[in-house]
């Protein structure tokens, strides 16, 4: 039976994939006759990604995950020092974006290019990073990790699961999940 840390390493990963997947369906469709619904749900979205990803996700690998298995399997110290790297400018490049949407809604279409082209970089870059995790780091912290390393990191990992993933919703943050469920198309919404 695998451990609950790589369950839940994988399924908010499966989450984050899913949000970026739709993101860029979105984009490719465009605002189309729904400008407000548009950019609010492409909002909604990238707020989610700095929320939970940048803000509980990553930390939980970076500062828990990582330096137990740099310990256990130090040859794997390059790609730790890349992924630490991804997650410490993740939340700066999520912000960019961000700041690319802005300028797309409120100068027009004379911005569109740049976010395009911004959130197609930043989905390839972040899809890459959650394969590298699950293919390069995972199978081999099943093998090396202690069954007391997996207690403790069952206990952090379950105490903060990303709401998309499994996790106890927060009434703080129904709102934004409605919104994102009901606008986006599938994987991720309901929407058209």
């Known amino acids: 039976m695998p451990h609950l840390t790589l369950q839940i390493i994988r399924d908010e990963h499966a989450a984050l994939a899913a949000v970026l997947r739709s993101l860029l369906m979105l984009v490719e469709r465009g605002p ?3 400008p407000e619904r548009f950019f ?5 979205m990238l707020f989610y990604i700095d929320e939970f990803p940048e803000k509980l996700h990553h930390p939980k690998e970076t500062e828990l995950l990582f330096p137990k298995l740099e310990r256990a399997a130090p040859e794997l110290r390059p790609v730790i020092a890349r992924l630490d790297l ?3 400018n993740g939340e700066g490049r999520v912000r960019s974006l961000q700041h690319l949407l802005l300028g797309w809604e409120l100068l027009g279409d004379t911005r569109r290019a740049a976010f395009v082209e911004a959130a197609n970089n930043y989905v390839s870059f972040y899809l890459d990073h959650m394969r590298t995790e699950e293919a390069e780091l995972l199978p081999v912290a099943e093998r090396v990790l202690t069954q ?8 952090e990992f379950q105490a903060t ?3 998309l993933a499994g996790g106890a ?3 703080s943050y129904d709102r934004l999940f409605t919104r994102i469920v009901m606008t986006a198309p599938s994987p991720i919404g309901v929407g058209p």
């Open 148 to 155: 007391a390393d997996w207690d403790e990191l069952d206990a």
């Open 161 to 163: 699961r990303d709401p």
């Open 40 to 44: 609010d749900v492409l909002r909604a």
């Open 169 to 171: 919703r927060e009434p």
């Open 32 to 34: 189309q006759d729904e």
């Open 86 to 88: 991804d997650h410490h």
